[in-house]
């Protein structure tokens, strides 16, 4: 093949094998069996290494980690990481709503018709706040104190279910996207039994195990411990919509995962039906939560 001809067989390569790993880590759906999957992947490693001035360096071969950190640089929030406030009753949410009805009747009446809730589970996993330039991921940083954070850029490209590069058009040309970085319980079980059978001692919980592998200097580790994300949260200058929920469900189409546990209501009974739903199945789905946002 002419040179030409390798390097767009590596781009149309890559942009299959994005295109597999999406609909399989994201979209829990699998197109080819694991053997095609596994040749394409093959494949593409072959030529990459054969023509490493076609490589990407966000191809889907550099998802298996190999980078030793020595330290983690700190990074200032552009949008700090504030603490969400608690609550325990119906009744407070009440009052929530009630003084948030007077501040809209006060300053912006019109606004009232429009009022409405959107209810989300809250995930029992680590912060993250991950930063896209131009369609690409360009840096993901912890929590932290909520001011700065850890960039761990080198760690979350690990995360099969975070995309290197977005999917369509229509997002802004550098924006962040929060969320919440997890072990699954049928992963945390895995661990804990690969390393009962190693002779080693297993986690306590799967935030913990979350947290502690985010945070590893060796990729390579991260890469194999299979950690997750949801995407809750999106900001910006120059955002495609003005109201979270549109936000969100145009970030699904750009190829994060969104969950689909999320319901919009225009009154409280609607809150409370979500709240009540889920004090009852939170126990029947493959990610711890604590607590409805």
């Given at each position: 093949?002419?040179?030409?001809e ?7 390569l890559?942009r ?19 053997l095609?999957y ?41 949008y ?5 406030d ?8 009440r009052?929530?709503d ?18 409405t ?13 991950l ?17 700065q954070?850890d960039?761990?850029?080198?760690n979350v ?23 919440e ?12 039994q ?14 913990n ?7 590893m ?13 949801y995407l809750?949260?999106?900001?910006g ?10 936000n ?18 225009k009154?409280?009974?609607g809150?409370?039906d ?20």
């Open positions: 093949m002419e040179l030409k390798i390097e767009n067989k590596i781009k149309e890559i299959v094998v994005r295109e597999h790993n999406h609909n399989y880590y994201v979209l829990s759906k699998s197109e080819i069996s694991d095609e596994d040749n394409l992947l093959k494949e593409l490693q072959g030529l990459e290494l054969e023509y490493p001035e076609f490589a990407d360096p966000n191809s889907p071969t550099k998802r298996v980690g190999g980078e030793v950190a020595k330290e983690f640089d700190t990074v200032i929030h552009k700090p990481m504030l603490s969400l608690n609550t325990y009753s119906k009744e407070e949410i009052e929530f009630i003084r948030i009805r007077k501040i809209l009747q006060n300053e912006s009446p019109g606004l009232l018709e429009s009022l809730y959107v209810c989300e589970l809250k995930y029992d996993g680590v912060a993250i706040g930063i896209y330039k131009n369609g690409k991921l360009l840096k993901a940083v912890t929590r932290g104190d909520g001011v954070g960039d761990v850029t080198v490209r690990t995360i099969k279910t975070i995309p290197l590069v977005l999917k369509e058009n229509g997002h802004p040309s550098e924006f962040e996207i929060r969320g970085v997890f072990l699954s319980q049928s992963s945390f079980k895995k661990i804990n690969d390393r009962i059978d190693a002779g080693d001692s297993p986690f306590a919980n799967p935030r195990s979350a947290a502690g592998t985010l945070k200097l060796d990729s390579r580790i991260v890469a194999g411990r299979n950690l997750d994300c809750y949260g999106m900001y200058d120059s955002l495609p919509h003005g109201s979270h929920y549109s969100m469900r145009a970030a699904k189409k750009w190829g994060f995962k969104v969950p689909d546990f999320i319901v919009k209501s009154s409280l009974e809150v409370f979500f709240i009540d739903l889920w004090e009852k199945e939170r126990n029947n789905i493959d990610v711890g939560i604590d607590g409805i946002v």
